[in-house]
């Protein structure tokens, strides 16, 4: 257990419609990263967000959203679901504000798998 | 743009033999360069990483090796073991919030 906790972890539903998927991240970690991993694609940076506010943003589509609440976690929203936006997608949180300080070690979770039919 | 390249979607290799991972780049901006590994059902893990100042970095089995000139760098896993299976991603910082990540390849020890 990595300590950072995302749900739900398999997801189906219908192009059109709208989910959120949620991210606890470790204990102490102050920032949370969201990202995107399709059939073989790497890993798509999609957002990042440092104790309630975005810091960075990535590859994240108009129709995508997401927040960072004062306890922390973290949801990621996606409206107007298309074919395509099925994918794995990864919450990392880490402890530091970003990666400029060397080794800002990224902890993952197991991931949502998102099916959109 | 795919900045970090992992040309080689997979990988098999007997136990106790070298497994060596490549990874390309293409942004002479990256400061630092990290391996994760992923098992299925999991998220990646973080394995080991480098620093651009630094051209290897050895940690028990693992090592990596950093060629700036040649943008390049590699993952190599001697013994490899059983439990080493697993898809390895490799991912680069250009120091800016940002991690970049390859396509993974995906490593098969064979007893």
């Known amino acids: 257990d990595s300590g950072v906790t995302q749900t739900p972890k398999h997801l189906i539903t219908a192009t059109g419609q709208r989910v959120t998927l949620r991210c606890s991240p470790r204990?102490?970690?102050?920032?949370v990263y969201w990202y995107q991993q399709s059939l073989d694609q790497g890993l798509q940076f999609l957002i990042q967000?440092?104790?309630?506010?975005?810091?960075a943003k990535g590859n994240i589509l108009e129709r995508f959203s997401a927040q960072q609440f004062p306890d922390l976690h973290s949801e990621l929203n996606l409206s107007s679901l298309e074919l395509g936006d099925s994918a794995l997608y990864f919450c990392?949180?880490?402890?530091?504000?970003?990666?400029?300080?060397?080794?800002?070690?990224?902890?993952f979770g197991a991931g949502s798998r998102l099916t959109v039919l | 743009d795919q900045q970090v390249k992992q040309n080689s979607p997979s990988l098999s290799v007997q136990e106790g033999r070298i497994s060596i991972l490549n990874c390309d780049y293409t942004?002479?901006?990256?400061?630092?360069f990290l391996w994760y590994k992923k098992y299925p059902a999991e998220g990646p893990t973080f394995l080991i990483s480098?620093?651009?100042?630094?051209d290897k970095n050895e940690d028990g089995r693992f090592t990596v090796f950093l060629n700036k000139s040649a943008k390049h760098l590699s993952l190599h896993i001697v013994p490899s073991q059983p439990g080493d299976s697993a898809v390895y991603f490799c991912?680069?910082?250009?120091?800016?919030?940002?991690?970049?990540f390859g396509t993974g390849t995906r490593l098969t020890v064979i007893p």
């Open positions: 990392a949180s880490s402890r530091d504000t970003g990666l400029q300080y060397g080794a800002n070690v990224l902890t």
């Open positions: 480098i620093s651009s100042i630094k």
């Open positions: 942004n002479s901006m990256f400061d630092y």
């Open positions: 991912a680069a910082s250009d120091g800016a919030n940002n991690l970049f």
């Open positions: 967000y440092y104790n309630g506010e975005e810091r």
């Open positions: 204990s102490g970690d102050l920032s």
